[in-house]
Nanobody, 121 residues
Framework: QVQLVESGGGLVQPGGSLRLSCAASGSFLGINVMGWYRQPPGKQRELVAAITSGGSTDYADSVKGRFTISRDSAKNTVYLQMNSLKPADTAVYYC???????????????WGQGTQVTVSS
């Protein structure tokens, strides 16, 4: 089994910061792309940021310059540093990773359970 476990969500005032973490655990041989999606209330899930195993990154236009994605390959963990938060950033944030399973020797996408981020005064 492979699991992604997120942490770090919560309530923050506009202009504040939060750091999300997501750790992969279980039986696997490697991780390719890791990323963060979010789903605001009443809206569809959208990509926030992604990072390859080589460290290349991609961001949604709405978060460029405010959010930073990074990963620690030794810990199988991806992070999302969120600064200058706005009420529009309020959403459930989901971690995702493309993982090579040891049992099947196939790549598959996995998702975390989601963590709530609320930006409000």
């Amino acid at each position: 089994q492979v699991q992604l476990v997120e942490s770090g969500g919560g309530l923050v005032q506009p202009g504040g910061s939060l750091r999300l973490s997501c750790a992969a655990s279980g039986s696997f041989l490697g991780i390719n792309v890791m990323g963060w999606y979010r789903q605001p209330p009443g809206k569809q899930r959208e990509l926030v940021a992604a990072i390859t195993s080589g460290g290349s990154t991609d961001y949604a236009d709405s978060v460029k310059g405010r959010f930073t994605i990074s990963r620690d390959s030794a810990k199988n963990t991806v992070y999302l540093q969120m600064n200058s938060l706005k009420p529009a950033d309020t959403a459930v944030y989901y971690c995702t990773a493309n993982i090579l399973r040891k049992v099947t020797l196939k790549w598959a996408d996995y998702w975390g359970q989601g963590t709530q981020v609320t930006v409000s005064s």
